[in-house]
Structure formats: C-alpha cells, structure tokens
C-alpha cells in the first residue's frame, strides 16, 4: 500500500482529501503545519508528499528546499493557488515534482498522484547515482551539491535533476519529452524548448567549450545523452 503524507492546514481540504485517498486504498497520513509535515516526510517516509504552499511554521516552498537540500527525492505535489503562476515555477524550480491549482477537481488531483507513484517503480530500477564526475565537475546528487575545480558551482534543483536523470541513463539517448516528463513533471510546460534552453545553461557551466560540448550531447532530431569517457 503507498502511503501519502498530506500537508494542509485548510481542515476541511485536509479532511476530504484524506478520506478520498483512504477510500482508494492509500495509507494516508496527514499534517497541519509545515514543522511537523517536515518530521513526517523524515521519519514516515511516505511514497508522496501533497504540500500546500501557505501553510503555518514553515512554508511549503521552504519544506520542499530543505528537503531536498537533505537529498530526500520523495516526489512533492504542491498546492497553488488559482492563476499564482509565479508560484508553480517557484515551486517546480526548488524541485517539487507537479502542481494542482485550487480550486481542484478530485479526478485531476487523483491523476496526478497516480502519475508520481507509477514513476517511482522505474526509477528505483535504474542505478541512480549519488555522485559523478564530469571533467573538472564534480556532483553529489544526494546533498545537491557541485563543485568545478575547487569552486562551489551554483546549479538549479531541475539542473541537477537533468544531471542525475541524464546519469541514470549514462550513453543511452533521453528524448525532451522523458525529460519534461521526469524532471519538470506532469502538463507544465508545452515546448521541448524549455529542455533545450537548460541544456544550453548547463553547458555554459560544464563544458570547456559549450559550442562543441564534450559531456552534453545532442542527438539530433531525438534528444540528449551524457557521456563521460571522451577525455
């Protein structure tokens, strides 16, 4: 049974999307504040975190930052409120998984939970690492951090998410469309240009020469690789 920690200090949001999710055979736990959502995360590891933004004590976008500072991966759902788009990228940016606008619908909300949990099966068979070395880069998936040389480099949680994603898969080609769908998350953003324009960013940061990347690889027409051993 996947167990789901919600996160909602509204009471009767809380309420009823404990007793829908109870009533489709999920071990629900549920918190009102953001400290003690933050112990529950920790110490329950649930299979999904549904986190409100404007919630008491700690913030939703403060919980999700130091969750994954920690290098906790449990997928985030986050709680937006309607036509706060600034919101949603703040949220995606400091790596929570998807979005729901309120007022939601259940079957939207139901959806969306269903598509975090099937992803969580395939990436637990695949060799996800917790740090690599990419010329004179190093990453530590785990503490997300990076370093270039001896210098602290600054990456965005969905850059390191296209980087570990990206490792995953060492030499296999990823299409755009399984990177939105891995690193952005559910029906966030139209374009595969949004992949390519992060592409560009991280080679700025990684390659010696970001128009002849070495690491980076574009396979025309399909999408990206990353390799290591063209030293």
């Known amino acids: 049974m996947k167990r789901i920690l919600i996160i909602e200090d509204d009471v009767s949001i809380l309420s009823g999307l404990k007793d829908v999710l109870t009533f489709k055979s999920y071990d629900v ?15 329950e590891k649930p299979d999904l975190i549904i986190l409100d933004i404007m919630i008491p004590k700690m913030d939703g976008f403060t919980l999700c930052r130091k969750l994954r500072a920690e290098g906790n991966s449990t997928p985030v759902l986050m709680l937006t409120a309607k036509g706060e788009e600034p919101d949603k990228i703040q949220g995606l940016d400091i790596g929570a998984d998807d979005y729901v606008t309120k007022p939601f619908s ?11 949990l099937r992803r969580m099966p395939e990436r637990a068979k695949k060799n996800l690492p917790d740090s690599i070395k990419i010329g ?40 755009r469309d399984k990177l939105l769908d891995e690193v952005w998350g559910y029906d966030l953003y139209p374009t595969t240009r949004t992949v390519d324009n992060h592409i560009a960013q991280l080679r700025i940061k990684i390659e010696k020469n ?8 574009t396979v025309h027409g399909i999408g990206y690789k990353l390799e290591l051993d063209k030293e």
């Open 210 to 217: 970001p128009a002849d990347p070495r690491y980076l690889v």
């Open 136 to 175: 004179d880069v190093s990453l530590n998936f785990k503490k997300y951090e990076a370093h270039k040389r001896d210098m602290v480099l600054n990456l965005s949680p969905k850059e390191f998410g296209i980087l570990r994603f990206l490792a995953s898969r060492m030499g296999e080609v990823v299409t």
């Open 29 to 43: 736990l549920t918190a009102e504040d953001g400290e003690s959502g933050y112990a529950a995360a920790v110490e």
């Open 106 to 116: 259940l079957p939207e909300l139901l959806a969306r939970v269903r598509v975090l």
